[in-house]
């Protein structure tokens, strides 16, 4: 059984949408959950970690966690072509390693 | 603050040959570092976990002999690639944790700018 499951897509969305990715994951005593960019060629960039239940907004995004459900997703508002990108879910497991999603590819079209 | 330098950016080599990869924090002392290995549109696999001054430990199915890892220093692990062959061509990225981040979980991993791997 995979640790980080996601959706591959590709999931494409108009400039101006709302984009929604959905991440799960199997080790329930999973306490800490991060949001990755990471554009073709290069390394992820962390963009929003999450720790509690519930939303963390910072700018047009919001992750949301349910540990119950074990379940983290992104939303990112007002999609611009820019945000188009593959984004990995990443869960830190008790021993501090780090396991990632296979991904979900955004296409913001124009 | 808290940059992770890789080195080389990229390398090409012959089948057989021995590749090492440079981790660095520049800013930061680690006691941590991960490597990782991503494959053409596929995510990243966790390798191994390189911890200072001990030896790293390793994921299922990665062969230790065959690639190396080797933290000599808080700011510095090595990957060897050992006889390196075509199926061994990927994007490998190191990751560090800062050793002043303590115990609390609330604390992310730092990525170096990844190297490419291609084996002839």
């Known amino acids: 059984q995979k640790e980080v499951e996601q959706n591959s897509g590709p999931l494409s969305v108009p400039e101006g949408a709302i984009a929604s990715l959905n991440c799960t994951y199997s080790d329930r005593v999973s306490q800490s959950f991060f949001w990755y960019r990471q554009y073709s060629g290069k390394s992820p960039e962390l963009i929003m970690s999450?720790?509690?239940?519930g939303d963390k907004e910072d700018g047009r995004f919001t992750a949301q966690l349910n540990k119950a459900s074990q379940y983290v997703s992104l939303l990112i508002r007002d999609s611009q072509p820019s945000d188009s990108a593959t984004y990995l879910c990443?869960?830190?497991?008790?021993?501090?390693?780090?396991?990632f999603g296979t991904g979900t590819s955004l296409t913001v079209i124009p | 603050g808290a940059v992770v330098s890789q080195h080389p950016s990229r390398v090409i080599c012959k089948s057989g040959t021995s590749v090492k990869i440079e981790c660095r924090s520049l800013?930061?002392?680690?006691?941590?570092m991960f490597w990782y290995r991503q494959f053409p549109k596929q995510s990243l696999m966790l390798m191994a976990t390189s911890n200072e001054g001990s030896k790293a430990t390793y994921e299922q199915g990665v062969e230790k002999d065959k690639f190396l890892i080797n933290h000599a220093s808080l700011t510095l692990s090595t990957l060897t690639v050992t006889s390196a062959h075509p199926e061994d061509s990927s994007f490998y990225i190191c990751s560090a944790r800062d050793r002043l981040a303590g115990i609390s979980s609330y604390n992310e991993q730092f990525f170096g700018p990844g190297t490419r791997l291609t084996v002839l």
């Open positions: 999450i720790y509690s239940n």
């Open positions: 800013d930061f002392q680690a006691t941590t």
């Open positions: 990443a869960v830190k497991n008790r021993g501090n390693q780090f396991y």
